[in-house]
């Protein structure tokens, strides 16, 4: 075997007449400019190597090309750029096989769809996934994926940004052959046979007609599905448009439609997020701290979250006994576990024979705690009642073998008063799932005082295994997300009691680009849950706190959300009406109040409430209860339905202006300064010309 070295990330060699480049790359061999360079090396080394006959292109480690250097996005690009790389690859006169393994995603698979010819290994998953970015395929995807697959099926990959399976991948034609033993050895032997022919440009292929209706349709559909997003309809018109002209040109058109959206505040934002998200694992505190096994998970109360709690862990392969009052309560448990996998059955998400092993084997209940005397950790989700919680603490202390991690999903409580209904106060530590929680990727890993790193690395680790999204959470009333949810939550009740309409509200918030508004999420998760914590927090309320009272109203006359089928709006058809009697209640509560009721418009109402969630998450990052705020953003943008594409409350307000904000803030305050007092942080910041971003700095956002 010949070798040669053009750059470190990428090598040639040959083996036979078939030439090997092999990119090496970790983590994941994105086209960073050394790739990039390389692979040009490369390419022209194989050209001048007489000896070769054909090529492969293989990555080492656990994947394909990942696409471009998301770390390089919004910096000036540096020559090569990979759309020249694949057409210099393109353009040889030899054949270059592709050899696929782990995820060929953005401009890796743009690259193999350069080469002449694909295999993959069978568990390979390909896509483009960089509308998620903000962005379009900018390196051909746009161009060549049509030609090749079609174009239905290609504008289907570009918007969707899903995955596709290999064997899907080989139906499609996007791939020519699944390897089905050693990846390396198939792709050389598919090289062998191209040898010696011309090679299959995948631009010289007949492009498909354009079709100007489907295309129209599908935006209508996105605009409806993905309000604001501008990324999936560029990218239907490149294709469109860059389909109806020669390839050279359909390629320029891409490019301009992908730096356009590379200029976008959009990219910024969603760029912003997929480095937040992984940077929230990067905690100092358990930086070489190794955590505990996890392999026997217990739960304690198995109604909404702790059915959900477990079926999370039953799905990650974990083992799980869940605890509950008496046997008419793990009958029920027993029965909304059963219904949790047959949902994820019927979605695909997982096999019936899985299924079936999962309740016969790994998934026990009981109503003795003292089962859980082998679990690595258990996690009590019980009422939510500082007694309850007490007692069942120490009861898991009699049974906990030593070294277990005690959690509690307790979504507002005191972690270090629960700590100490133990005696293994450093043992114990808050883990928020949110609901659904086997579908929210979020989870809230709340340090007491007392909790030691090693179980805390444990919960970051559970989330990993559970493939979720850890974010570190200092105790207080709240934690992060739902401590800033009940503040801007009191700016909205607050313009209700003033005027405006819980129906005007949730629309002025949804156009703004929440997933949904906040009465909504009220009738979903229960108007009952709204006045019980109101009730708790009843003895800590200052006079001039303003309470909701027309949601105490609808609560007495037993509207309580979706689950009644009426609360701030009637469930009876498909599309939610508003309840007819809130009116009324809303004029009767105000009179009480003394309140002439005003109007509001859109944006003042997005004002508002954003200026109240900026203003809380400020404190939350100010006193630690977050580590910085990207954590914050991480929070709000997968617990809360914060729009991804305006990158979270934090990165937002940065891009809106701080000091907008704070002037906001002290408008509001002419009426209220009781509620709006503006957060030192926020005003420290606006004093010094920072924004938010600058306290994420020295992290790997
Ligand atoms: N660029 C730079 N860094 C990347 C990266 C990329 N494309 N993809 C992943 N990484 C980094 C991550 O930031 C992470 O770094 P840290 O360990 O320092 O946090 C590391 O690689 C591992 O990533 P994950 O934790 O996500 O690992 P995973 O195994 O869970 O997932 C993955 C692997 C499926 C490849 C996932 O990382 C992923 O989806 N990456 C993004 C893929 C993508 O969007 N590609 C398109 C890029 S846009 C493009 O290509 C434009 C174009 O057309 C030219
Ligand atoms: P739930 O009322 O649906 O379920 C609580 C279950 O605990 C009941 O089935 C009850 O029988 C059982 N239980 C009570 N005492 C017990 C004991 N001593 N031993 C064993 N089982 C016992 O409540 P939900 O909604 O599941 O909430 C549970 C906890 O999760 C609360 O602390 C809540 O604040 C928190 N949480 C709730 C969220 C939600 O959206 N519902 C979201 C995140 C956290």
């Not at 448009?241 to 959206?261: K, S, T, V, W, Y």
């Not at 024979?353 to 998934?363: E, K, N, Q, V, W």
């Not at 703004?512 to 998760?525: K, N, T």
């Not at 409430?609 to 910085?628: F, I």
């Amino acid at each position: 075997m010949t070798e040669r070295f053009s750059q470190m990330s990428v090598s040639y060699a040959r083996q036979g007449r078939i030439g090997l480049i092999t990119i090496d790359n970790p983590p994941v061999n994105a086209t960073g400019h050394a790739v990039r360079q390389g692979l040009m090396d490369a390419a022209r080394d194989f050209a001048a190597d007489t000896g070769a006959d054909a090529a492969v292109i293989l990555c080492a480690g656990r994947t394909w090309v990942a696409g471009a250097d998301i770390s390089e996005f919004g910096k000036p690009s540096q020559a090569p750029i990979l759309p020249d790389v694949i057409a210099a690859i393109e353009s040889l006169d030899k054949p270059v096989v592709a050899a696929l393994h782990g995820t060929a995603l953005g401009g890796g698979l743009e690259l193999a769809l350069g080469c002449h010819a694909r295999i993959a290994a069978p568990g390979t998953r390909m896509g483009l996934p960089e509308v998620t970015l903000g962005l379009l395929p900018g390196a051909g995807g746009t161009q060549r994926l049509p030609r090749l697959i079609g174009t239905a099926a290609a504008l289907d990959i570009i918007t969707s940004a899903r995955q596709v399976p290999a064997a899907q991948a080989l139906d499609l034609g996007l791939i020519d052959a699944l390897s089905q033993g050693d990846l390396t050895a198939d792709a050389i032997a598919l090289a062998d046979t191209l040898a010696g022919q011309p090679p299959r440009r995948t631009r010289d292929l007949p492009a498909p007609a354009p079709d100007p209706d489907a295309a129209q349709a599908l935006k209508a559909t996105l605009a409806r599905k993905l309000p604001g997003q501008i990324a999936q309809a560029t990218a239907v018109d490149v294709v469109t448009d860059g389909l109806a002209q020669p390839f050279n040109q359909g390629m320029a058109i891409e490019r301009a439609g992908f730096m356009a959206l590379m200029d976008s505040p959009q990219r910024a934002a969603l760029i912003h997020a997929f480095f937040s998200e992984r940077a929230v694992a990067h905690l100092p505190q358990i930086k070489g701290v190794t955590p505990r096994p996890l392999d026997r998970i217990g739960v304690i109360g198995g109604g909404t979250m702790g059915a959900g709690i477990a079926v999370s862990c039953l799905l990650a392969g974990l083992d799980v006994t869940l605890i509950e009052r008496d046997d008419q309560a793990t009958a029920r448990a027993q029965a909304t576990v059963g219904d949790l996998l047959a949902g994820a059955v019927s979605r695909g998400k997982l096999a019936a024979a899985r299924r079936d092993a999962i309740l016969s084997g790994a998934f026990r209940t009981d109503t003795d705690y003292a089962a859980l005397g082998q679990a690595d950790l258990i996690v009590e989700a019980v009422f939510e009642s500082m007694e309850v919680k007490e007692q069942v603490f120490a009861a898991i202390d009699r049974v906990a073998k030593p070294d277990a991690v005690l959690a509690t999903n307790t979504s507002y409580l005191d972690v270090d008063r629960i700590a100490d209904a133990t005696r293994r106060p450093r043992d114990v530590i808050g883990l928020h799932f949110f609901s659904p929680a086997h579908v929210m990727r979020l989870l809230e890993v709340v340090v007491a005082d007392r909790t030691a790193p090693e179980v805390v690395a444990t919960g970051f680790a559970l989330a990993k295994r559970l493939g979720k999204i850890a974010v570190r959470a200092g105790v207080c009333d709240g934690f992060i997300g739902n401590r800033i949810l009940s503040h801007y939550r009191a700016a909205v009740d607050a313009m209700v009691l003033d005027g405006a309409s819980p129906q005007q509200v949730d629309r002025a918030l949804t156009d703004f680009g929440f997933a949904m508004g906040p009465y909504a999420v009220s009738d979903l998760a229960g108007l009952d849950i709204g006045a019980m914590t109101r009730q708790r927090k009843a003895v800590d309320r200052h006079p001039r706190d303003r309470v909701p009272v027309f949601a105490d109203r609808l609560y007495e006359q037993g509207d309580l959300g979706r689950k009644t089928g009426r609360g701030y709006y009637v469930y009876a058809d498909d599309k939610p009406q508003p309840n007819p009697d809130l009116p009324a209640i809303l004029d009767a509560v105000r009179s009480d109040l003394g309140i002439t009721p005003r109007d509001f418009d859109d944006a003042e109402i997005v004002a508002r409430t954003m200026a109240a969630m900026v203003n809380e998450a400020a404190r939350t990052v100010a006193d630690g209860t977050a580590l910085r705020p990207l954590d914050v953003d991480v929070v709000m943008l997968n617990g809360y339905g914060f729009p991804r594409w305006r990158g979270g409350p934090m990165h937002w307000a940065d891009a809106h202006g701080l000091d907008r904000i704070l002037s906001d803030i002290r408008r509001f305050a002419e009426d209220d300064d009781h509620f709006w007092q503006p957060a030192p942080l926020l005003a420290e910041l606006v004093a010094d010309g920072r924004g938010f971003a600058d306290l994420n700095q020295g992290t790997s956002a």
